[in-house]
Each structure stands twice: as C-alpha cells, then as structure tokens.
C-alpha cells in the first residue's frame, strides 16, 4: 500500500477551516469527492485506514492550560488516546469511528514556540535559536508532566542535529503542525502598544 503523507499547516486563525480541510483529507475517499478522473484511478483507498499521526507545533497543539499549568498534549497507549489537545481529539476521534485505524500518535508540540523554533529545529545546521527560546524549550523537558518523557526521548536536551526528530517524521503519513500564534501575539502587541502610545501622546510618538 502507497504510503501517503499529508501535511496540514496552521496558524493562529484558520483553525476551524483547517480542521474541516482534515476531515475532508482523511475521512471520504476520492470517490465520494469530485475530483478528476485521473486523480481518482490514483487514490482508490480511503486514506483513514491506517493513520500514523504526528503533531507538531506551538501551544495549539500542545493543549497547554495556562491557567491550570497543565500539559494535555495527549499519547497513545495500548491503542487507548488520552489528552485534551486538538491533536488528541482527532486521534481519538479516528480511533472511533473506525477502530484500529490510528497505528501511532505521538504529539511533539512545544509550548510557547515560534516559527523561527521550529525552522532551527528541522535544520540546525543552517539555522540558530535565541538563548531565551531555547531555555523555553528545554524547560519543557523538566516539568512535571506525564508528557515530559515524550518530549526527552525526542529532542532529549535540546542539542545535537534532532534525527530523532527527523524519523519521527519520516516514519508518519499525517502531520499537523500548527505555528505562528507566539509570532502573531509578539507583532500584534508590539504595533498594539506603538498605536496606543501614538493615540495618548502624539508629541512624543509620531506615525512613520
């Protein structure tokens, strides 16, 4: 069977669409879509029916609870899919509406993390992180979590060239990775707070 990899992107805003995109993807099959013609000689099978899900991303994905601290990322055991991120529901929600079709789940989310985070992680050879975005990341691998280990085995200290990281990818034939929610939050607060301050005292801040 053709080994089939979808990547889905997402940012702060599109969740829903994207969501909706997902399903679309993964639960009809190119019969029950108009497609063309070629296209449907070339997917005959539904592509739900063996899942090796990877999620990838920032806080979206990881179902951090700011408020409670709590890590709900979510992980696969014994075929059971526990966690209250999006990731998670999905996964679960696959596994339900048709069993054992979900062979592996495993969410690699980060925290707090950027655009410019994960491009350095994919390729850290040509590419550099911030001391400060970096002691975010590791920090995630000491916390109490029960997802804490996931992350270690992975991306252990947060050195090295991330070849774990790298067949994780390989080894999946769906990955979601949502980015750009810290990025969106940084440039939105920093012309939020310029706009304000231009609006309260326009003889010290003038518009360029």
Do not use: C
Not at 16 to 43: D, E, M, P, R, Y
Not at 176 to 187: A, R
């Amino acid at each position: 069977m053709k080994k089939a990899l979808k990547i889905l992107f997402q940012t702060s805003t599109p969740i829903l669409l994207n969501v909706g995109i997902i399903s679309g993807a993964v639960f009809f099959s190119a019969k029950q879509t108009n497609l063309g013609s070629n296209l449907l000689k070339k997917s005959e099978t539904a592509l739900l029916k063996e899942l090796n899900y990877l999620a990838l991303g920032d806080s979206l994905s990881s179902g951090f609870d700011w408020e409670s601290n709590l890590d709900g990322r979510g992980k696969m055991t014994n075929g059971s899919i526990s966690g209250i991120s999006f990731p998670a529901f999905f996964a679960n929600f696959a596994q339900t509406i048709q069993p054992n079709s979900v062979k592996s789940f495993k969410n690699l989310a980060l925290n707090n993390s950027s655009i410019l985070d994960w491009i350095y992680l994919l390729d850290p050879k040509n590419n550099i992180i911030s001391d400060k975005n970096l002691s975010n990341l590791r920090a995630q691998t000491y916390n109490s979590s029960n997802f804490a280990e996931t992350i270690r085995s992975v991306f252990e200290n947060f050195t090295g060239d991330f070849s774990n990281l790298r067949q994780e990818i390989r080894n999946a034939n769906l990955i979601t990775i949502s980015i750009g929610f810290k990025d969106f939050l940084n440039e939105f607060n920093s012309n939020f707070l310029t706009i304000f301050f231009q609006a309260i005292h326009p003889e010290i801040y003038t518009i360029q």
